[in-house]
């Protein structure tokens, strides 16, 4: 562990430019994949692509025809604000709150970014595999709202603070029901109500108002197209809804789940919504569920959606298996630049970093991973990886445990054996 420190120490302080030479660089931009090119790092951002770069004092490493991308999004997750599932002190993703539809309090204003531990050890985790941001969620799972609350965009970089602008959060559809009066036809009703409030057009004194003072001007600030909302919802008769009510209220959303998306594609491309799914459900584990299919990603993306890619398990402590999802999206009819662009530009432009995530291209945060092979197979690793140009250390604390158990063969011998194991007795 003491060296895991030291390496996350020297992480953290140092940094020194780099050329990576003779790469298979993969933009997730119009320029695509770029053969045997080479990408300058000065002042931890991109300075230049091409072939036959030099630059006096720069670190050089030969990638030898290796892919390199750039770092990857780790989908909508707790990682830095739940440590261990089990451990309710550990968890900060939502705020309880009443229960039942006479409690209902709505606090847009909930901030999970506030409880960001910038040194959980899920961040080296991630890391490793090569995952450089996550969006932070907002869970209404045991609050007393249809909304979550605001998260953003963290890189996993060690710093402290969001990288991107604030996200509300909000639930649909049957496991959001028991929030709104046992019926997802009241959603609609209190998700008009919170407008009006914000608005100013129903008095906060009239005796029905769900919202504080700050949470009406935390909501007005999503409205006319302001802030991003992500609405987790499946069943396609609630994303037909969302899409009107969105549209009648001037909203910037994106569905995160997703099941039946596919079914109003045209509809979903036509509004700008981009979806971020699981290509993984392909089965009907509930009724909102019964229209899911491994095709969801490419019979979303050949009608023009943009999609991404977020787990509906638990996202925060296997962030690493992203990228497995999106390759099997392409190993169901999705293109393979489609797939990369879904863990790379499309949640960095959806969330709002963009300018500087998401993409390989001069003057980008140099936030790279290079790849034993393709990175959408799960049988290729992430070999090294950069942060703003830092080189960061490929362990982790499993890394660290791996490694202690597997320190030494079986031996009755003293010291043979780790200190957890007691020595042999014949």
């Known amino acids: 562990m003491t060296m895991l420190l030291a390496g996350l120490a020297s ?14 660089v993969h933009t997730a931009t119009d320029r695509g994949t770029l053969r045997n090119a080479d990408v300058l790092v000065q002042g931890g951002r991109i300075a230049a692509i091409g072939s036959g770069l030099s630059a006096d004092a720069a670190l050089v490493i030969d990638a030898q025809g290796r892919p390199l991308t750039p770092a990857f999004f780790g989908g909508i997750t707790g990682i830095g604000i739940e440590e261990v599932s089990g451990e309710a002190s550990t968890r900060d993703v939502s705020l309880a709150l009443g229960e039942g539809a006479k409690d209902i309090t709505v606090r847009p204003e909930f901030d999970v970014t506030l409880a960001y531990n910038p040194e959980s050890i899920l961040l080296p985790v991630a890391r490793v595999e090569g995952i450089g941001f996550t969006l932070l969620t907002a869970s209404s799972t045991a609050g007393g709202s249809i909304i979550g609350g605001q998260g953003a965009v963290v890189r996993l970089d060690g710093s402290p603070d969001p990288s991107g602008p604030k996200v509300l959060f909000v639930a649909l559809g049957s496991g959001a029901s028991n929030l709104s009066g046992s019926s997802r036809a009241g959603q609609w009703m209190l998700l008009d109500q919170l407008v009006a409030e914000a608005n100013g057009r129903m008095s906060a004194d009239s005796g029905f108002a769900l919202l504080t003072p700050a949470g009406r001007a935390t909501l007005q600030r999503y409205l006319g197209n302001g802030g991003r909302i992500v609405v987790e919802v499946d069943r396609a008769a609630d994303i ?15 569905i995160s789940g997703g099941a039946e998306a596919w079914k109003l594609a045209p509809q979903i491309a036509a509004a700008g919504v981009p979806v971020f799914l699981d290509p993984l459900v392909n089965l009907p584990g509930n009724f909102d569920r019964i229209g899911a299919t491994l095709e969801n990603a490419a019979r979303l993306r050949a009608a023009g959606v943009r999609v991404g890619f977020t787990q ?22 999705l293109p393979w630049e489609d797939g990369l662009a879904g863990l790379t530009r499309v949640p960095a432009e959806t969330f709002g970093v963009g300018d500087r995530l ?7 945060t140099a936030d790279l991973v290079l790849w034993s092979g393709d990175p959408l197979d799960v049988a290729n690793v992430a070999e090294q990886v950069w942060l703003g140009g830092r080189a960061i250390p490929m362990r982790s604390r499993q890394t660290e445990l791996r490694d202690r158990y597997l320190r030494a063969e079986p031996s009755a011998e003293a010291g043979a054996l780790p200190r957890a194991y007691p020595a042999r007795v014949e």
Not at 312 to 333: F, I
């Open 11 to 24: 992480f953290s302080v140092f940094a020194q430019d780099v050329l990576i030479r003779n790469a298979t």
């Open 240 to 254: 037909r809804q969302l899409l009107r009510w969105s549209q009648k209220h001037a909203l910037k959303i994106a």
């Open 312 to 333: 509906s398990g638990d996202a925060s402590h296997n962030a690493r298996k992203v990228r497995q999802l999106a390759g099997n999206a392409v190993a169901n009819g």
């Open 358 to 364: 998401g993409t390989i291209a001069v003057g980008k």
